[in-house]
């Protein structure tokens, strides 16, 4: 089980989000077996979030939530931050904003709670990318949380946050008309990996810079 919780995890941010649901399916099914209730309400927070950044918002709601409430139960904070994150984007897809900046709010304060940072570029990132996507639209507000990924990502040598990071504020760029500094700030990011060309981000910022240099 403790396998099978990492697994999913490592191939959900490769962007391989079916192998990760079928390892997080074989999660939840051995730990009911085994009556392990951390580690089912681990599989089910770990499917709730592929439901999210697939685009099946209500069920990731509902899964994410039940999820949750299952977890904290158990006294766990582990990846508190992560899955708040995904229950954001989640609420986000609906236009339920109150329950997005709650989701948010509670992610940065688990971030300094717990201490867990690994993951708080991210929810800098996610926070700026779903400003963007509010009713009460605003650039300059998502362009401050972009910058706050990077400097967290860069501060802690973290290649891939940064290089999603720089992805989104190169398309804020590109939007502004500011094609030449999108390009700028993310070609060199991209250019420094050598390894790992099949994943989504990896895949996704090829793309986009193909479009900057268009």
Same mark, same amino acid.
């Given at each position: 089980?403790?396998?099978?919780?990492?697994?999913?995890?490592?191939?959900?941010?490769?962007?391989?989000?079916?192998?990760?649901?079928?390892?997080?399916?074989?999660?939840?099914?051995?730990?009911?077996?085994?009556?392990?209730?951390?580690?089912?309400?681990?599989?089910?927070?770990?499917?709730?979030?592929?439901?999210?950044? #697939?685009?099946?918002?209500?069920? /990731?709601?509902?899964?994410?939530?039940?999820?949750?409430?299952?977890?904290?139960?158990?006294?766990?904070?582990?990846?508190?931050?992560?899955?708040?994150?995904?229950?954001?984007?989640?609420?986000?897809?609906?236009?339920?904003? +109150?329950?997005?900046?709650?989701?948010?709010?509670?992610?940065?304060?688990?971030?300094?709670?717990?201490?867990? #940072?690994?993951?708080?570029?991210?929810?800098?990132?996610?926070?700026?990318?779903? #400003?963007?996507?509010?009713?009460?639209?605003?650039?300059?507000?998502?362009?401050?949380?972009? +910058?706050?990924?990077?400097?967290? /990502?860069?501060?802690?040598?973290?290649?891939?946050?940064?290089?999603?990071?720089?992805?989104?504020?190169?398309?804020?760029?590109?939007?502004?008309?500011?094609? +030449?500094?999108?390009? +700028?700030?993310?070609?060199?990011?991209?250019?420094?990996? #050598?390894?790992?060309?099949?994943?989504?981000?990896?895949?996704?910022?090829?793309?986009?810079?193909?479009?900057?240099?268009?």
């Amino acid at each position: 089980m403790h396998a099978l919780c990492w697994t999913p995890i490592s191939r959900l941010f490769c962007g391989n989000y079916a192998v990760s649901n079928l390892q997080a399916d074989e999660l939840i099914a051995l730990a009911s077996e085994k009556g392990a209730s951390l580690w089912k309400a681990t599989g089910l927070l770990m499917q709730g979030s592929i439901f999210a950044l #697939t685009g099946k918002a209500s069920d /990731a709601v509902q899964v994410i939530t039940s999820g949750h409430s299952a977890y904290r139960s158990t006294g766990a904070t582990l990846f508190g931050p992560l899955f708040l994150s995904y229950l954001a984007i989640a609420h986000a897809d609906p236009d339920e904003f +109150d329950d997005v900046w709650c989701c948010i709010s509670e992610a940065m304060t688990a971030v300094q709670t717990t201490k867990e #940072t690994w993951f708080e570029a991210e929810v800098n990132r996610i926070a700026g990318e779903i #400003t963007l996507l509010s009713p009460k639209s605003d650039a300059a507000k998502a362009q401050a949380y972009f +910058d706050c990924a990077l400097a967290i /990502a860069r501060a802690q040598q973290a290649k891939s946050w940064e290089l999603r990071a720089a992805m989104s504020m190169a398309r804020l760029k590109h939007d502004q008309g500011k094609r +030449d500094e999108a390009r +700028d700030l993310l070609a060199p990011i991209y250019g420094w990996f #050598t390894e790992g060309f099949d994943t989504l981000d990896l895949k996704q910022a090829k793309a986009l810079l193909g479009a900057l240099r268009a």
